[in-house]
């Protein structure tokens, strides 16, 4: 297994084996291993000498195949800006490709006419998709079954949704879709009720933490409390290269009413939004934690400090507040001016200690 939490999570899903579904909805929590999971799925059902745990050889053609990201009968589907991050399996996936495999224009370097080229996109479109019922057409090269790792499931933009939709209700022999979510009310109803819905488990605190302190994480503990018990995603907040302004950003939060918004701006411009989102997002739950119950969730060394801005304001205005970065998290991955919005977001945040009734 990718990670040893999913142990138990692989023995159950082998009660499939027999009736396998057309397609598998893999959702959880974000950062807990979910893709490479059904990347291990994938190449145990293309595997053509399976072990007795149902675990790939990882040693006949088609692993062989698999593992070199070359496998005709496997195809990885995934948004461009993913695809671009990703090291998992990228060299196979239909992105950045036509119909017939061959590269399009749109992630050249620039256009013929010099022109600066497209953001990658953070959907998943209509052409990759069109591209994918094509190698859903032909038969399979090894007389076994195809399989799809379509992620994130909703990234899936209405035209791409809409042409996948009558693929599942309509699907191919031999071909199985696994599809990967980690916010399943973003899909369309339709898409979730033409797939066997499978929902994968967190770990324990005890097993995440064993695993992050093998991955040489001295602090387990404080990072899974921040990425919210997951382990993936506490590993990239231990490694994240953004740390050192996280700190200020807290620092400036702890201050409340002397919160410098026009200085978190000019310090923050150059971090993802959807990132200084989050840091935003979990603080204010916090905040509004030690109003209700005393205790926060995802900074727990941040205690006093909460404790002190919770004081501050009422939890009618930290709501509001709250409500507000939720709404700015809906097009956080739209290509947003990110100095005014965080200097937006800091101005809101400063005025909840304005008046308290």
Known sequence: MPYPWQYDDWTRIQALREHW????LLYGQAGIGKVD???ELAQSLLCEQ???D???CGQCAACTWFLQRNHPDFRLVCPEAVAAEATLLQANSDIGKNANGERTGDDDGASAGGKKSKAPSKEIR??????????????????GRRVVVLFPAEALNVAAANALLKTLEEPPSGVVFL????NVERLLPTIVSRCRQWPLAMPDAASASDWLRSQSIDDPAGVLAEAGGAPLAALAVARDEHAPLKRFTLEQLAAGPACDPFACGEALQKVPVPSVLGWLQRWLYDVLAMQTSGEPRYFPAHRNALKHVAQGATPLQVAQCLKRITQQRAVEQHPLNGRLVFEELFIHYRSMFGSNP
Not at 179 to 182: E, G, K, Q, R, T
């Open 126 to 143: 209509i052409e990759q998709v069109r591209a994918l019922l094509d190698f859903c057409s032909i038969g399979s090269h090894r007389g």
């Open 179 to 182: 599809l990967v979510s980690a």
């Open 50 to 52: 399976p072990r007795d």
């Open 54 to 56: 149902a675990r790939a």
């Open 21 to 24: 579904p057309h397609a598998l």
């Open 37 to 39: 999971f059904a990347c």
